[in-house]
């Protein structure tokens, strides 16, 4: 990034750049391709470390500036994030350039599009994807265009006008490949998101992405319905016993039939439930991070995930190794 642009983004012109700083420069539609991605690349080196609530800043004036030639390090004494900057910008300007900037692609929105990176919401992915799995059509019904900005509008709740993704937001965070609808959702939810005042970025209008949340919730604000959240034995500490495999079963069978969204947990992670094979008694489940490889299950256990995400498991498998799954209803919120 040019030294210009680097002073541009310390907008109180204390030498420093903040984190403070670099959410507003994410907003800023003016930092585009290159200088975007920089900018995304810095906001999440920017980040408080693992355990920490202190943000990182970066020096560029003065003694011992954290830009030259050759490096990138944070003013804050933290690890130096030359080789992880350099991933970051590196990943977030393949994403600018090859981001679908349409709203939807011709075949409407896909849960395969949608793909997690650093962002810690994969809770919000896996409810979107189980939407827009089931009933797409209702993710389609959402967003419209208004001028140069969209209009989303939650079912049962009062619509509200959200601006187009800027290319830095486009290489910071998840994204759709086919289209933009992914982003204003995610934009659209963020700032009505309960987040816990002592989490760092508390205010922030990417607490979404920043922070995990309630995919059960994400649910209720996609559909407009009631949400069941059915805890396993992992959790819930329960037995695991032939009766409530089959409740979990005819839950499944009955949303599938009804076409309703289902969601559920594993290793602190959200996945979307996409199908149940009653005859073979399994069960198929998207990762919204990671496609082709293993998936690690309870008791050492290992399934293979194909170049989308999909993977699939026994019932058996599904009850010991995840810890809650949610479920859409047919009530409308509030009844």
């Not at 349409?102 to 189980?130: E, K």
């Not at 290319?167 to 998101?193: R, V």
Request: contains cysteine.
């Amino acid at each position: 990034m040019a030294q210009r642009n680097l002073v541009r983004l310390d907008s109180d012109h204390d030498g420093t750049l903040t984190l403070d700083e670099l959410e507003l420069a994410l907003q800023d539609p003016q930092y585009r391709d290159e200088d975007a991605a920089a900018v995304a690349a810095l906001f999440w080196g920017a980040q408080p470390a693992k355990g920490s609530q202190v943000p990182g800043s970066y020096r560029i004036k003065g003694p011992n500036p954290d830009f030259d030639k050759s490096r990138l390090a944070r003013a804050d004494g933290g690890v130096a994030v030359a080789t992880v900057g350099a991933r970051y910008y590196r990943a977030g300007l393949t994403k600018l350039r090859n981001a679908n900037r349409s709203l939807f692609a011709s075949t409407g929105p896909q849960i395969t599009a949608i793909r997690q990176t650093w962002d810690s919401d994969c809770y919000f992915n896996s409810a979107v994807g189980a939407v827009a799995l089931a009933t797409p059509e209702r993710i389609l019904q959402m967003i419209q265009k208004e001028g140069r900005s969209y209009r989303v509008t939650f079912p049962a709740r009062a619509s509200q006008l959200v601006a187009e993704p800027t290319d830095a937001e486009l290489a910071a965070f998840t994204s759709a490949s086919d289209g933009i609808w992914f982003n204003l959702l995610e934009k659209a939810y963020s700032p009505h998101k309960r987040v816990r005042p002592e989490t760092p970025n508390a205010d922030s209008l990417y607490n979404v992405a920043l922070v995990g949340g309630d995919g059960g919730e994400v649910l209720q604000w996609l559909t407009g319905h009631s949400t069941q959240r059915v805890p396993l034995p992992t959790k819930s500490g329960k037995s695991a016993s032939p009766q409530f495999d089959d409740e979990v079963r005819q839950t499944m069978i009955a949303a599938q039939r009804d076409h309703r969204a289902m969601i559920a947990g594993m290793h602190s992670h959200s996945y979307a439930v996409v199908g149940f094979d009653a005859a073979l008694d399994r069960v198929r489940i998207h990762n919204p991070y990671d496609n082709a490889g293993v998936e690690r299950l309870s008791g050492g256990q290992q399934v293979q995930r194909d170049a989308e995400g999909y993977f699939t498991v026994t019932l058996r498998q599904f009850v010991d190794s995840f810890g809650v799954m949610a479920v859409e209803q047919t009530r409308d919120l509030g009844r």
